[in-house]
């Protein structure tokens, strides 16, 4: 009898011990709990394999939309390199960064910028995995000094924009998609410089921050607006025609109450040779250009010495981007 009280009460001692350890193994580790301070550095310094691994299905992640941690203890499945970044004109959001399959980032607004540190763990790192530092590289729209790292409690490198720690979000199945926007009152689409992407009302014309050029305009697909030196404000003269056209597309004309950053009395209609209704700004007929491919790009700046950006002011800016 005393015999199998003792087998009885070491079982006991067994059981509690295990649910004990089971416990202590689910307690939150989230980044800022970790040993490993988060630290910051250039991005694509880091020194992990990154390969293309499952980020989770995202069921459920209504709690992680709002809250941090979770079962940390373990890291996130990898998460695919972000590769040259990009810029996407979102209808609603405007522009926003993508990887480069034109897949969503976003940031958290429980993490922090200054010192940059990841409190998405665990659970919520399932839903919002982490993008890797490694591979990352910013295009012409992107200042590069705006990408950093951060290093997270498990030791993998975090892409850093701004500051901010980036994420993509498990339930974006396609490129453009952002169903990330918004969730749980705390998760956001990154704009260039790292802030919140905020829903606005759609723009014909705007003004966009190109980090070697400054502020320019762009038309309402978020590309950028040249005027040519052939043409002339008054009088009148178009000196791009015929084959010139096949490069340079005449922009489309604005509606006065749709601009952002721009006075209206700089915006006008003027009409080709052709009967073609194209925008003007200070009277210079404005072009896109078939070699800029997202926003932000700027490849026909100075193009044979003769095509230029514009300026908030309606100016031409002569500014030669770096290489």
């Not at 705007?206 to 002339?232: A, C, H």
């Not at 080709?272 to 404005?286: E, S």
């Given at each position: ?116 540190k990841s409190n998405c763990s665990g659970s919520c790192a399932t839903a919002w995995p982490p993008v890797p530092a490694d591979g990352a590289a910013a295009p012409a729209g992107i200042a590069k000094s ?178």
């Amino acid at each position: 009898m005393i015999t199998r009280r003792r087998a009885g009460l070491a079982a006991a001692a067994v059981a509690t011990l295990a649910l004990t350890a089971a416990c202590g193994s689910s307690t939150n580790q989230g980044a800022g709990t970790s040993p490993n301070a988060d630290s910051v550095q250039p991005a694509g310094q880091g020194t992990s394999d990154y390969g293309y691994g499952s980020s989770g299905s995202g069921q459920g992640d209504g709690g992680y939309g709002g809250q941090a941690g979770g079962d940390s203890g373990k890291s996130a499945q990898t998460a695919p390199s972000a590769g040259t970044l990009a810029l996407h004109q979102d209808a609603k959001l405007g522009p926003v960064v993508t990887d480069a399959k034109g897949m969503t980032l976003y940031r958290f607004d429980k993490d922090t910028a200054q010192p940059p540190k990841s409190n998405c763990s665990g659970s919520c790192a399932t839903a919002w995995p982490p993008v890797p530092a490694d591979g990352a590289a910013a295009p012409a729209g992107i200042a590069k000094s705006a990408l950093g790292s951060v290093t997270r409690a498990d030791g993998t490198k975090q892409l850093t924009i701004g500051g901010w720690p980036a994420y993509r979000y498990a339930k974006d199945t396609k490129a453009g998609d952002t169903k990330g926007q918004g969730v749980g009152g705390t998760w956001n689409a990154l704009t260039a410089e790292g802030k919140k992407a905020v829903a606005q009302d759609a723009a014909d014309v705007s003004v966009l921050n190109q980090p070697e050029l400054g502020q320019i305009l762009v038309d309402g697909n978020g590309m950028t607006l040249y005027r040519f030196n052939k043409d002339s404000a008054w009088p009148m003269k178009f000196g791009c025609n015929d084959a010139c056209l096949d490069t340079w597309k005449p922009a489309k004309p604005a509606d006065r109450s749709k601009l952002k950053g721009i006075p209206a009395k700089l915006i006008s209609t003027v009409t080709r040779p052709d009967g073609l209704r194209q925008l003007a700004v200070d009277c210079w007929p404005v072009y896109t250009f078939t070699g800029d491919k997202q926003p932000g790009d700027i490849n026909g700046q100075g193009k044979m010495g003769l095509w230029f950006a514009v300026s908030n002011a309606g100016k031409k800016i002569t500014t030669t981007p770096a290489g």
